[in-house]
Nanobody, 124 residues
Framework: QVQLVESGGGLVQAGGSLRLSCAAS????????MGWFRQAPGKEREFVTA????????NYADSVKGRFTISRDNAKNTVYLQMNSLKPEDTAVYYC?????????????????WGQGTQVTVSS
């Protein structure tokens, strides 16, 4: 059983940066693949990035490659999303998710646990 809580969202100007955090409870955090998804108003939830339990495997959506970086600190049971060069189209609610699959999946339905989300708004 894993509980996830996101934080770090807010309002930022285009071109700026923001760092999201996802704090997890549970003794087996280090064995979970962690992912970030986002959902903009009127749109479907979409994959952003994911990282395996070993941190050796990562996966990024084409729209965020070169701008976003996912990382994790297993000692702190926390996963991070560093977002640079933010664009207005990055505006969305960002969700942290976890699953026990070794491959960093892009399909949201592969994930078993979800946080409540944190709002990111990028102004032009």
């Amino acid at each position: 059983q894993v509980q996830l809580v996101e934080s770090g969202g807010g309002l930022v100007q285009a071109g700026g940066s923001l760092r999201l955090s996802c704090a997890a409870s549970g003794r087996y955090f280090s064995r979970y693949t962690m992912g970030w998804f986002r959902q903009a108003p009127g749109k479907e939830r979409e994959f952003v990035t994911a990282i395996s339990w070993s941190s050796g495997n990562t996966n990024y959506a084409d729209s965020v490659k070169g701008r976003f970086t996912i990382s994790r600190d297993n000692a702190k049971n926390t996963v991070y999303l560093q977002m640079n060069s933010l664009k207005p189209e990055d505006t969305a609610v960002y969700y942290c998710a976890a699953d026990s699959i070794a491959v960093p999946a892009t399909n949201q339905y592969e994930y078993d646990y979800w946080g409540q989300g944190t709002q990111v708004t990028v102004s032009s």
